[in-house]
């Protein structure tokens, strides 16, 4: 099973700033199969990135992700109030188990 | 617009047995796969169990191998998730999620509200 680690746990910014996320696998995820997920209290994740790098439906642009192997990043270039949340990543594939990270907070400073 | 509405959850005792269920409306739900994912309270994201768009290929997490059994029928657009020899540590909140293809690759999009379910004596 690949393990991912998302860093930081907590990320306290001010809106506007450039927020950066990393998640790193314990081994290559192939096909770059790498998605990134919003998840504010109350509610269920939404999808926002796939295949690493890829915005999923009606996210806005100011959302980016990148990488490749076992080094992944969601980059916010200027959050906005709507932004502060918990995101995750997770890898998916052919075969299971599918894993996800632990998190990473994104919170007003 | 996909909707996915779950139900079936509640307070059960350790050991005793549940039945979820995952109604789908909003888009053809035999070309797609499904899952159940789960959250711990406080806690982050745990695959659970998928299942492809013809029941052909269904998978597990081991930490539920063997006592969850996962099911869907088609012809009534649902999802099932049948949980047995339930401990204190199912205790979350279990989602239902549409997979983006047929075959079970995991890209869940998108995801239901969730049904809770809480094991304790």
């Known amino acids: 099973e690949i393990v991912l680690t998302q860093s930081p746990g907590t990320l306290s910014l001010s809106p506007g700033e450039r927020a950066t996320l990393s998640c790193r696998a314990s081994?290559?995820?192939?096909?770059?199969?790498l998605a990134w997920y919003q998840q504010k209290p109350g509610q269920a994740p939404r999808l926002l990135i796939y295949?690493?790098?890829s915005r999923a439906t009606g996210i806005p642009d100011r959302f980016s992700g990148s990488g490749s192997g076992t080094d992944f990043t969601l980059t916010i270039s200027r959050l906005e109030p709507e932004d502060f949340a918990v995101y995750y990543c997770?890898?998916?594939?052919?075969?299971?188990?599918?894993?996800f990270g632990q998190g990473t907070k994104v919170e007003i400073k | 617009e996909v909707q996915l509405v779950e139900s079936g959850g509640g307070l059960v005792q350790p050991g005793r047995s549940l039945r979820l269920s995952c109604a789908a409306s909003?888009?053809?739900?035999?070309?797609?796969?499904m899952h159940w994912v789960r959250q711990a309270p406080g806690k982050g994201l745990e695959w659970v169990s998928g299942?492809?768009?013809?029941?052909?290929?269904?998978g597990y997490a081991d930490s539920v191998k063997g006592r969850f059994t996962i099911s869907r029928d088609n012809a009534k657009n649902s999802l099932y998730l049948q949980m047995n020899s339930l401990r204190a540590e199912d205790t979350a909140l279990y989602y239902c999620?549409?997979?983006?293809?047929?075959?079970?690759?995991?890209?869940?999009?998108?995801w239901g509200q969730g049904t809770l379910v809480t094991v304790s004596s």
């Open positions: 999620a549409k997979d983006s293809f047929s075959i079970a690759v995991a890209q869940f999009d998108p």
């Open positions: 909003g888009f053809t739900f035999d070309d797609y796969a």
């Open positions: 299942i492809s768009w013809n029941s052909g290929s269904i």
């Open positions: 081994q290559s995820v192939s096909s770059s199969y």
């Open positions: 295949g690493a790098s």
């Open positions: 997770q890898q998916y594939g052919s075969s299971p188990p599918w894993s």
